[in-house]
Each structure stands twice: as structure tokens, then as C-alpha cells.
């Protein structure tokens, strides 16, 4: 094995290692966030700089690769592909440290009974497709990657889901509606995940085919339609 491939390699670790962090933030801010826990919250906001160090060494490392060996064809791709994936993985800690954040904000208001279970839920999908995609990121599996790709349209479902119900538990006590406009935005942090996580594999397909997927990326996110309207059936789908 070249030095070159060697590099690559250390490279793709930094990335897994990226991963692994990105994952655990996301699992202990959602663990805080229903449990109104502000201490592991804390712990989450600090432990995000660490991620952002580690997506800078990503960085700096990929960028000495291009000058020291100017790659070409695939090699680039990979560095490119490496560059990509690390801010998006930088960008998943700060979706999580913004969901700490307001737990701070939220502890000790008044919520419904278990309203935050739909979100752990959605976190739950969410975090399976951030982990599928990061395994198919290191064995470079085209087919795992696009499967994870096809399905974000879940999150997208859920999250229109808990929109509609966090809306009608504010609709029918006011008292809800601080605490339940912070679990909104907690919310859509978890859909931009599953956003991250499609982005992720896109730049699989990227690295491995040298171009990026034809077909349009599905959304099944219909909450812009429900302010105004409150209804099922988004306009123009009937």
C-alpha cells in the first residue's frame, strides 16, 4: 500500500471518528431534551467544540493531501467527498448543541405529559440513517447509501406530524405555547439531521460514480402548509 492510500485512510478514520461524536451529541441532546436534564445539556454545548476541532484537523488534513500529492480521478474524489461530509457532520453537532441550548431554555415551564416522545422517535430514524450512511461512507456502499438517500422522506413525514400536534396542544392551552414552540424548533433540528445525513450520501454517490445523483430528492415535509390552514391535505395534492 502506497503512502498515498495510507493517507486516504487515516483520512476516512478521522471522518468515522467525526461520526461517532456527531452521533453520541445527537443521542445525549435528545436524552436531555426529554428529560429536561439541563446538566447533560451543558455537558453537549461543551463537548460541540470538540467536534469543530476535529472538522478543522479534517480539513487541514485534506487540503495538505491535494497540495503535497495533487490528486487526480478518484483519489480526488475522495479528498472532496471527505471535505463535504466533515462540515456536514460539523454542521449535525451544532443542530445538537442548539437543541441543548434550549433545554436550558425550556426547564421548569409548564408541557403536556409526554409530548417530547414524538421527537425522540424522529430522532431515533434520524440517527439509524446518520449511522447507515456513515457505514456505507466506509466500506464506499453505493447501494446502502442510496437506500438512505430514498428514505428521508420519514423524518420529513414525522416531523409534518409533530408540527400538527405540538400546533393543537398550543391551540388548546396558551400555557403550552413557549414550551411547545422551543420543542418545534428541537424538531425541525432533527428533520436538518436527516437532511445532513441525505447530503452524506449524495457525496457517497459522488465519490464512488464521480457524479452526483439525476433524480431530485423527495420531501415529504408539508408543515409550511398548516399555519394558515390546519389541514391534512396540503394545496394542490387533492
Same mark, same amino acid.
Given at each position: 500500500m502506497g503512502s498515498r492510500q495510507r493517507e486516504l485512510q487515516t483520512l476516512a478514520g478521522e471522518i468515522a471518528e467525526m461520526g461517532g461524536l456527531a452521533e453520541r451529541l445527537v443521542m445525549e441532546s435528545v436524552t436531555a431534551l426529554t428529560r429536561i436534564d439541563p446538566a447533560r445539556a451543558r455537558r453537549v454545548i461543551a463537548d460541540d467544540q470538540r467536534l469543530d476541532a476535529m472538522q478543522r484537523r479534517v480539513e487541514n488534513h485534506a487540503v495538505e493531501l491535494i497540495a503535497a500529492h495533487r490528486p487526480t480521478d478518484k483519489p480526488l474524489r475522495e479528498l472532496v467527498a471527505a471535505?463535504?461530509? %466533515?462540515? /456536514? *457532520?460539523?454542521?449535525?453537532? =451544532?443542530?445538537?448543541?442548539?437543541?441543548?441550548?434550549?433545554?436550558?431554555?425550556?426547564?421548569?415551564?409548564?408541557?403536556?405529559?409526554?409530548?417530547?416522545?414524538?421527537?425522540?422517535?424522529?430522532?431515533?430514524?434520524?440517527?439509524?440513517?446518520?449511522?447507515?450512511?456513515?457505514?456505507?461512507?466506509? %466500506?464506499? /456502499? *453505493?447501494?446502502?447509501?442510496? =437506500?438512505?438517500?430514498?428514505?428521508?422522506?420519514?423524518?420529513?413525514?414525522?416531523?409534518?406530524?409533530?408540527?400538527?400536534?405540538?400546533l393543537t396542544y398550543m391551540m388548546e392551552d396558551p400555557r403550552n405555547i413557549t414550551f411547545c414552540t422551543h420543542l418545534l424548533f428541537c424538531a425541525k433540528n432533527i428533520e436538518r439531521i436527516g437532511d445532513h445525513a441525505t447530503n452524506i450520501a449524495e457525496n457517497i454517490h459522488y465519490l464512488v460514480t464521480g457524479e452526483q445523483p439525476h433524480e431530485a430528492r423527495v420531501k415529504a415535509d408539508t408543515s409550511s402548509y398548516l399555519p394558515s390552514s390546519f389541514s391534512e391535505t396540503p394545496p394542490g395534492s387533492a
Open positions: 471535505l463535504r461530509i %466533515s462540515s /456536514d *457532520l460539523e454542521r449535525v453537532g =451544532d443542530l445538537a448543541k442548539n437543541n441543548a441550548k434550549r433545554v436550558l431554555a425550556i426547564e421548569g415551564r409548564a408541557h403536556p405529559p409526554r409530548v417530547a416522545l414524538g421527537v425522540e422517535h424522529m430522532s431515533d430514524i434520524a440517527l439509524e440513517q446518520l449511522k447507515s450512511v456513515l457505514d456505507a461512507f466506509t %466500506s464506499q /456502499d *453505493l447501494s446502502a447509501a442510496l =437506500d438512505v438517500r430514498n428514505r428521508d422522506d420519514e423524518v420529513d413525514a414525522i416531523y409534518t406530524s409533530i408540527f400538527r400536534e405540538l
